[in-house]
Nanobody, 120 residues
């Protein structure tokens, strides 16, 4: 069983930045693709970024493109989400999740979630 432990998040004013981290307890994580999701109040869960095992394939939701950056350090079994130019509509609980392949629809392990609040 792989555990994903999230850190980062918090409260920030609009225009600010935050970085989320997702650290895994098993080295197999370095072979997995990883996605970041968010769910805002009254909204459906949205996948905002995904990265393949090597970092060679990355994709973003249009809502965050140009502002968020996903990256990974496989030596540390950690994936990051750098969030810049934050907007109040970015307020949500953010989750990381892993899947065996980049093109799979099935995420097998999930982080515990972390709150991001952006005030205007």
């Amino acid at each position: 069983q792989v555990q994903l432990v999230q850190s980062g998040g918090g409260s920030v004013q609009a225009g600010g930045s935050l970085r989320l981290s997702c650290a895994a307890t098993d080295d197999i994580f370095s072979s997995y693709a990883v996605g970041w999701f968010r769910q805002g109040p009254g909204k459906e869960r949205e996948e905002v970024a995904v990265i393949n095992w090597s970092g060679g394939r990355i994709d973003y939701a249009d809502s965050v493109k140009g502002r968020f950056t996903i990256s990974r350090d496989n030596a540390k079994n950690t994936v990051y989400l750098q969030m810049n130019s934050l907007k109040p509509e970015d307020t949500a609980v953010y989750y990381c999740a892993s899947k065996e392949t980049y093109y799979s629809d099935h995420y097998n392990y999930w982080g515990q979630g972390t709150q991001v609040t952006v005030s205007s």
